[in-house]
């Protein structure tokens, strides 16, 4: 009977460790990328500049923490017989809001900072059939991240229960379909949506060293699986882009082009 008290007692212990683990991904993670507007084919224009700016409202890998970055990017984009090409930069100001650690667990803070810079790249090719363009390639983003809330991913993998991921710098990779027409009597008048499913790359473990650098280092592996969705539409030279990433996140995307 000891013996059986014993195990429930220490089934117990580990259930409420696990409820403690506190999760800390990269500001961004699986949210960089970002759809990328370029000409179509029936565009007088084949070679063209867009500048953007966005509000992303996402969740944190502790999923009742908040993050709400804005952003500003810059996207220069060329559209050849049936291949499409863009490439750009971008700067994102943002804050992670805990609401999961109260003010008597360690590392407990209200709000940090992020920031940093990235590049994003997309290729694709195209068939054009009436007034429509349907898209098939390769998408990838690369970011620097830096900010008080990722000197706290570094710090916090030093705390019990804190399982942290210190990288600042990410690349996200992967494949999209798109679909864009024109309306039937104004060219300049353009809907569209957009689907890309790809992965982050490299290594994103998240640490925990509690027990020093000399013993075994506990570790958890992210999900590392990217689906992102995005409505566009374009009406002369404004652009708006409405786009979802991992159901976690909500960004929306007002743009000029020129």
Known sequence: MNKLYYLAFLSLVLLCS??????????????DISYQFKPMSSDSVKTANYVSGSVMVSQGANQQ?????GQGS?????????????????????NYQNTTLSSKEPGYFTNKLISGLGLRSSADVYVAT??????????GAYSIEFGSYADFRRSAQTLPG????????????????EVIWHNKKNFATQYGYRLFIGSVFGNHTFLNNTYGQNNFDNEIYPERFCVSGAYILQVNRAQFVLESQNVVSLTFRFGYRF
């Open 162 to 177: 804190f399982y942290t991921d210190a990288s600042t710098s990410m690349f996200t990779g992967g494949f999209a379909t």
């Open 130 to 139: 009436g007034r429509t363009n349907v898209r098939f390639g390769l998408e």
């Open 18 to 31: 696990a409820c403690n683990q506190h999760i800390y991904a990269p500001a961004l993670f699986k949210t």
């Open 74 to 94: 810059f996207n220069r984009a060329v559209t050849l017989e049936n291949f499409n090409l863009s490439y750009g930069g971008y700067g994102f100001l943002g």
């Open 65 to 69: 923490d908040e993050i709400l970055i």
